[in-house]
């Protein structure tokens, strides 16, 4: 009898985490244990610390509760939001590998349409490895996937592409919607599968959802900050959205990539609406301040890394958006105290060469 061939060895096993919030057992996992399990789990456990989260065996992890974020910040713990799924960027943040894959736990594996289970994580990983074409727009969508190239018209001088620092997944059944479009259409399931991959351009802003996205940790993870969220504050479900306008003005300045699209994961459970609408109510009115002010941004040429675009990007929204409201100055605090704690727990190791200069010489 043949011997069992070898299954291949996961793209970038060693140089990958998957960050999950929850409040719950992860029974999720078992669905997922042949796409996840050789990769390392950093669960991050909202609510009550007191309380056991189960996790299937098997599976490689490190969990934190409130008490492990409180005693390794220090002081600085109020930056990570409480009982509010934000609380994931605490994994982003401990994490000692190049990318981050985090996901929700009422998210199952899709099937394509031609019912093949979809491996979100190993499509996330290709589109991060492949570059992104900000600055024009190919119409066969990603150029570098297999079947598709550059159109006739597109620049040569621009195909080599830059960098991909996001990859953006969407997710099927349950849309990914705000309240007042879940109370009217409370019936809606998407069972669109676009099977299309492509780079958001230079100055277009996007909403981005959490619950199904990856990225380069090492381009643009202290930008992955998401916000001050859920337990006393005004404001809830902006927490992606927040980091997705700061992530797209600081790439869009540094000349990196975010992509969307592909892959597709299953989204189970439709949230309470009214309880959205309660969360949400401040940010649909602010929102219409918020959307014109990271479209207005300019950072200046001297920011160079991550760090030093997200403490100017604090510095303006202190400066215009405290006017909105005083909660803007809170999180304008919060997000200088989350680059000193991302730095203290990593330090700097020069930066990263951008397109807009090289880092700074010692």
């Keep these: 009898m043949a011997s069992a061939s070898h299954a291949p060895t996961p793209l970038l096993k060693d140089e ?28 991050v456990q909202d609510g009550d610390p007191s309380k056991t989260i189960r996790v299937p065996e098997g599976f490689d992890y490190e969990l934190y509760n409130r008490n492990d974020i409180n005693r390794m910040l220090g002081p600085k713990a109020s930056c990570i939001s409480f009982k509010d799924s934000a609380c994931r960027c605490f994994g982003y943040m401990v994490s000692k590998k190049k990318y981050i894959y985090t996901i929700d736990d009422d998210c199952f594996v899709a099937k394509d349409p031609s019912g093949k289970d979809i491996n979100a994580l190993e499509q996330h990983i290709k589109n991060l490895l492949s570059p992104s074409t900000p600055f024009f727009f190919n119409t066969l969508y990603d150029p570098y996937r297999v079947g598709a190239d550059f159109v006739r018209g597109y620049p040569f001088s621009l195909r080599e592409g830059v960098p991909t620092a996001v990859s953006h997944g969407l997710w099927l059944n349950i849309p990914d919607y705000d309240a007042p479009t879940q109370l009217v259409k409370p019936l809606e399931r998407n069972t669109r599968y676009v099977d299309a991959i492509l780079t958001i351009p230079k100055g277009t802003l996007f909403p ?24 006393g504050q005004p404001i809830g479900r902006y927490d992606d959205m927040w980091a997705g306008w700061c992530t797209k003005v600081i ?14 994961i299953w989204h189970s459970k439709a949230s309470n609406p009214f309880v959205n609408l309660k969360k949400e109510y401040n940010g649909i009115f602010w929102q219409e301040e918020l959307i014109p002010f990271f ?5 200046p040429k001297e920011a160079t890394t991550v760090q030093k675009c997200y403490l100017e990007l604090a510095k303006q929204v202190r400066a215009k958006l405290g006017k909105v409201d005083g909660y803007f100055n809170k999180l304008a605090d919060s997000m200088v105290t989350w680059i000193e704690a991302w730095d203290e727990l990593n330090p700097p190791k020069g930066g990263v060469p951008t397109a807009n200069g090289p880092p700074p010489k010692k």
């Design 251 to 264: 790439t869009d300045h540094l000349g990196l990539g975010v992509k969307t699209g592909l892959p597709y």
């Design 16 to 43: 990958l985490d998957i960050v999950i919030p929850t409040i719950r057992n992860l029974d999720f996992l078992e669905m997922w244990r042949p796409f996840f399990q050789p990769y390392h789990l950093i669960i």
């Design 295 to 299: 479209q207005s941004v300019s950072l």
């Design 208 to 231: 981005m959802c959490g619950m199904n996205l990856a990225f380069d940790r090492e381009l643009i993870g202290p930008a992955m900050y998401f916000g001050l969220m859920g337990d």
